[in-house]
């Protein structure tokens, strides 16, 4: 099992930033494929950005490319989404997931989910 704890959320200003953590326990998860998706009222949950433990391969939703960063600590077995430039459609709650085999982008690939942590950008 592995377990994933997400911290970081808030209430922003729109232009505003936020620096969102995932911390993962359990078994060994350096194998895994770490990622953010997110969820708004009312919305599927979303793909947001991925990146493998290496650190080599990052991967973003083009909603957000520019905006926002994916990065892993391996000795802290965390990772984070430094999320900059945050506009009003990145109001969601956003989540924390690791899988071995997944299709990145599609969340029913990936086997561990975090409780999910709230960000509101008020305009």
């Known amino acids: 099992q592995v377990q994933l704890v997400e911290s970081g959320g808030g209430l922003v200003q729109a232009g505003g930033s936020l620096r969102l953590s995932c911390a993962a326990s359990?078994?060994?998860?350096?194998?895994?494929?770490m990622a953010w998706f997110r969820q708004a009222p009312g919305k599927e949950r979303e793909f947001v950005a991925t990146?493998?433990?290496?650190?080599?391969?990052?991967y973003y939703v083009d909603a957000v490319k520019g905006r926002f960063t994916i990065s892993g600590d391996n000795a802290k077995n965390t990772v984070y989404l430094q999320m900059n430039s945050l506009k009003p459609e990145d109001t969601a709650v956003y989540y924390c997931?690791?899988?071995?085999?997944?299709?990145?982008?599609?969340?029913?690939?990936?086997?561990?989910w975090g409780q999910g942590t709230q960000v509101t950008v008020s305009s």
């Open positions: 997931a690791a899988g071995r085999a997944v299709v990145r982008t599609l969340p029913g690939t990936y086997e561990y």
């Open positions: 359990g078994r060994t998860i350096s194998s895994y494929t």
């Open positions: 990146v493998s433990w290496s650190g080599r391969n990052t």
